[in-house]
């Protein structure tokens, strides 16, 4: 019996002192390991590059404009349709100018009579202011009343007058008939600029209205494009800069337009401020007023990297 305690003392001693040396182990090999590493330092970022914005807007030029009646009238011919190439000044379409031409024919007429006139009071008058300076002579030798001196002033200062009054008349039938002439061209709907007649809005037989549309005139070059900038953007475009305008059914061209005026006043109701640039470079053929573009716009360019 006392054997065996004696067995089992001896063997608890023995696992103590192993339980021991495994700790100590342990410890020693935890002090053993290195230290893990630091994560290492970031290296300095460049500046990212702004990305372009798209600014939707539309193809246009300078001159495009409707061309209004500029008086009633009947439409009695029309003289080039859409898609025509006109110059400056040529007649589109015509209305009815038959009661304004007999009015200019009468108005002649009446010029021719009144200039007439002029001439024979004209011829008259010398005859009077003769016989007026007779009648001053015979009442000074005493051949004459001073009846007669005063009838002969009264006739000769008559005709005097009478002169004047048809030479007055003249030069109101002159004015009457640039009155009417401008009238009568008036029944002609000119092109104010030379361009391609984008739309006719009348036809032959139509009794049109004074400021009514009859055709849109526009030009086809040089094409503009109009896009707002808004106030805080830290770019702000100069004249002379350069845009990319890409149309909206083809992504994949690109044009360049430099910018002509900036306006210089902002817009309350958006915040932004009015740009207009004109497109440049060749195969601009392709591209017409009205499109639909996209303009690449950079709002900050990029910043140097640290």
Not at 18 to 24: D, M, P, S, T, V
Not at 77 to 99: F, M
């Amino acid at each position: 019996m006392r054997d065996a305690r004696c067995l089992a003392a001896t063997t608890l001693m023995t696992a103590l002192a192993l339980a021991g040396c495994g700790g100590e182990s342990s410890g020693e090999a935890q002090r053993a390991r290195p230290a893990p590493a630091p994560p290492p330092a970031e290296e300095p970022r460049s500046a990212a590059r702004t990305p372009a914005q798209e600014i939707l807007s539309v193809l246009s030029v300078e001159h495009e404009v409707d061309l209004l009646a500029e008086r009633d009238g009947i439409v009695v011919e029309i003289l080039h349709d859409e898609g025509s190439r006109v110059q400056k000044e040529t007649i589109l379409a015509r209305l009815d100018d038959r009661e304004l031409r007999a009015k200019l024919e009468r108005a002649h007429a009446e010029l021719e009579v009144a200039q007439n006139n002029v001439k024979f009071n004209e011829a008259e008058l010398k005859a009077r202011q003769a016989h007026y300076r007779r009648a001053q002579e015979m009442r000074r030798l005493g051949l004459n009343s001073e009846a007669d001196l005063e009838e002969a002033e009264f006739r000769a200062k008559g005709a005097e007058y009478d002169l004047a009054s048809w030479r007055a008349i003249v030069e109101r039938t002159r004015a009457d008939i640039r009155v009417l002439e401008v009238e009568l061209d008036k029944t002609r709907v000119r092109a104010p600029f030379g361009g391609v007649v984008a739309r006719r809005y009348i036809r032959t037989g139509q009794n049109v209205l004074k400021d009514e549309k009859c055709f849109r005139l526009s030009e086809l070059y040089p094409l503009q494009v109009r896009f707002l900038v808004p106030e805080t953007a830290a770019h702000r475009p100069r004249p002379g800069d350069v845009v990319n305008v890409a149309p909206v059914s083809d992504s994949q061209r690109v044009y360049p337009a430099r910018i002509l005026r900036i306006s210089p006043v902002v817009d309350p109701a958006s915040g932004s401020y009015d740009v207009t640039a004109q497109l440049t470079g060749p195969d601009l053929q392709e591209l017409r007023p009205g499109m639909s573009v996209r303009v690449l716009w950079e709002p900050a360019p990029p910043s140097p990297p640290r």
